[in-house]
Structures are given as C-alpha cells and as structure tokens.
C-alpha cells in the first residue's frame, strides 16, 4: 500500500503570513486539526505544518493575539513523504519523528494531500504494527523535537 492510497487529498492549508485566527477558522471549516504551511515560490512548497495544539500552546497559552502570524507558531521544515511512498515509510516518519500527521507533496515540494495516524488506523495496516507505531508517536521525547530540512525524507535516506 502506498501514501496515496491512505491520504486526504488536496487539504485545506495556510501560508507563513495566515493570521492564526485565520488558521483556526480553516480548522474548524475542514474539520482537521493541522494544516500544511505553504510558501509560494515558482510553484507552492510546504515549509511547515501548523496544528489546533501550536494555537493553544504556543499563541493562546503564551497570549499571543488572533493576528499573530503562523510563520510565529509553526514547526518549520516537516517531514513529508511522497504519494508513491510505501505505508511503512509513513510509519516510520510518524514514529521516528513522533508526529501524528505527514504532508504528501509532489516532486516540487507543494502539498498534495495529508496522512493522519487516524488514516493509519482505517487501513488495512496490521493492528500489532499500528499498536507498535501509535506507542512510538506517543513515547515521552528526552530532547525537544526538531524537523529534518525541507526537501530531506528520513524515510528515504
């Protein structure tokens, strides 16, 4: 099974200068608790992902205003997979990265859909597998997390 088997396709998503009040909103209008961050160059390139937890934790906890923008609050650089992917490579992002969401983009970076640990669940992944995988998302982190560069998939290295 392949990334683009599993994926959303075409998710709502938001640029660096999205007021996060804006992003809530799109939130709430998609139902979706993250939205990938694209930066127009010549052609849309994911640069971040900004989730409902960055606006608790990082604006409304912090009392940042509603106009704060999303380049503030965003985790930068995410690990993204391409849709040709395999599952296991997804997997193992999430679980090495210790994320619950991973952007799909083309070849030139732009996003092209989203997969979720939910998706996970509704697929045909073993169970045993998922259960290894959801453990591994949800381990404590003994250093602050960090994202690999744009355009670098751990999966594929």
Known sequence: MQAKDLMCPNPATCSPDTPIAEAARLMNEYDCG?????????????VGVITDRDIATRAVARG??????????????????????????VERIMAERQVRRVPV??????????IAQADLARSHVP????ARTVERISEPSPAPRRESPIGVHPARQ
């Open 34 to 46: 993250c939205l990938p961050v694209e930066q127009e160059h010549s052609a849309p390139r994911v």
């Open 105 to 114: 983009v083309n070849g030139d970076g732009g996003c092209v859909g989203i």
């Open 127 to 130: 169970a045993r597998e998922l």
């Open 64 to 89: 940042k205003s509603p106009d704060t923008r999303v380049r503030d609050i965003m985790s930068a650089d995410p690990s993204c997979c391409y849709p040709d992917d395999d599952v296991k490579s």
